[in-house]
Structures are given as structure tokens and as C-alpha cells.
């Protein structure tokens, strides 16, 4: 493996330097801060030296991914595989909705779908629509 360049550097310590920023936005008030309870009320107790730790780990974490596992050149056969795997995903997705849509048209008229599972059917549908709702407006 050759020496990586000058470039590739500098976009690997960007990359490290903003994961650490982001874990320092997170961990100073979560692993810094510390609120005990003492005689006279609440106070606030500082444990900086962890919360720095946890950004050097996250720091080095991110070059070391960087290093190893990101920046490899993609083999061939790899990305053959990969391809197929998409191509398979993608015929799989097609015939899922149309099976699913006949499914959800014939469940209720089956002469052996009781009451029980209509309604739980349908809580389990309301609560996978919930989640793509919070995928996204949070994702």
C-alpha cells in the first residue's frame, strides 16, 4: 500500500477533526457535567479529563476507520458482488409492493381473520408508518 497524499491527509484529519467536534458538542455537557446532590442543594461537578478522553478516542477512532477501512481501493469482484446484491434488492422491492398491496386487500375478506388479528394488523401498520413519519423528520 503506498504512502497516502498530502490530499488525502488533510481529508482525513477534516474528517476526524469534525467527527471530534461533534463528539465534543455531545460529550462535554454529557460525560463533563455532573450534577450531585449535596447538603445545601444541587451542584455541579466537572469531569473534563473524561469528556476530552472520549473525543481523543473518537478523534483517533475516525483516522484509524479513515486509514484502514475507508480508503481502500474497491475490488472488483466486490463490487460485482455488491451490484448483484442491489440488482436482487431492487427486483425483491418490486414484486414486495404488489404482493403486500393484495395481501392488505385479501386479509380481511379470508373466512379465517378474526377480529384479533384485523386489529392487530392494523396497529402494527400504524406503527411502521410512525416510524418512516420519524425517519423523516429526524433522519
Do not use: C
Amino acid at each position: 500500500m503506498s504512502a497516502p497524499s498530502s490530499n488525502a491527509v488533510a481529508e482525513i484529519l477534516k474528517d476526524a477533526g469534525l467527527a471530534a467536534f461533534v463528539a465534543a458538542a455531545l460529550f462535554l455537557p454529557i460525560i463533563g457535567l455532573k450534577t450531585e446532590a449535596t447538603a445545601g442543594g444541587i451542584t455541579l461537578e466537572s469531569h473534563w479529563r473524561w469528556a476530552l478522553i472520549a473525543v481523543a478516542v473518537v478523534f483517533v477512532g475516525r483516522i484509524v476507520l479513515n486509514v484502514l477501512f475507508w480508503r481502500r481501493p474497491v475490488k472488483t469482484e466486490t463490487a460485482r458482488r455488491t451490484e448483484q446484491k442491489a440488482a436482487f434488492g431492487r427486483f425483491l422491492g418490486k414484486m414486495a409492493l404488489p404482493a403486500f398491496i393484495v395481501f392488505a386487500i385479501v386479509l380481511p375478506q379470508l373466512p379465517t381473520t378474526d377480529r384479533y388479528i384485523l386489529d392487530l394488523s392494523i396497529l402494527v401498520l400504524t406503527y411502521v408508518m410512525l416510524g418512516w413519519g420519524l425517519n423523516i423528520v429526524v433522519g
